[in-house]
């Protein structure tokens, strides 16, 4: 299939002109014509594009989760063959760049849009990965201690999601205390070699 840069130049177009409506309006608030005078479209080139901004907001979380799986992984492979829970802190800080964004699609439960879930399983499958590449030994299963990382980073991430207009000190201190939790849990969780 070729590649068409007038395409990838309109849906771009859209999910900027999106993203930013999200930063100011609900979801449920948001409008066709809004889309289309936001990207400078018409609404016959949004609808040659998407079904409706349902479609839409379909394609948009699935692109914010590549892009987010893709972000986990490349933390992981620089991790090396360190500790997952070492990179809480490093996600938490990265999200933040698409706060808004990522709490509206958060907080949005409708029509089977599950970002939530999504975003935890990213974390869960990157983490089973590295487990099981890296061949560190765990005293429970990897099953169990992907799931952990996962829960404990997804709370990490939407904390710091809820919390960024605060004053940094206020973060730090959120970062300062899952580290404090992280090696607690790495003398339970992995065998010492």
């Known amino acids: 299939m070729k590649f068409n840069v007038r395409v990838y130049k309109t849906n771009k177009s859209i999910y900027k002109a999106f993203g930013s409506l999200l930063k100011k309006k609900e979801f449920s608030k948001i409008t066709v014509n809004n889309i289309c005078k936001n990207a400078l479209i018409s609404k016959s080139t949004f609808y040659a594009h998407f079904t409706d901004k349902y479609d839409l907001l379909s ?12 972000s986990i992984s490349h933390r992981f ?59 560190k030994k765990t005293k429970f299963s990897i099953d169990f201690t992907a799931s952990l990382y996962s829960q404990i980073a997804f709370s990490s991430i939407k904390f710091s999601l809820e919390n960024a207009e605060k004053n940094g000190e206020y973060l730090d201190n959120q970062i300062a205390f899952i580290s404090s939790i992280q090696k607690s849990m790495l003398n339970t969780i992995f065998v010492q070699e």
């Open 59 to 70: 394609q948009y979380t699935d692109q914010i989760v590549s892009i987010f799986k893709t």
């Open 77 to 135: 492979e620089d991790m090396g063959h360190q500790n997952p829970f070492l990179t809480i802190d490093k996600i938490a800080k990265e999200v933040i760049n698409q706060r808004v964004e990522m709490q509206q699609l958060i907080s949005l439960h409708c029509f089977g849009l599950q970002f939530e879930k999504s975003i935890k399983k990213v974390l869960y499958d990157v983490c089973v990965e590295w487990l099981t590449s890296s061949n």
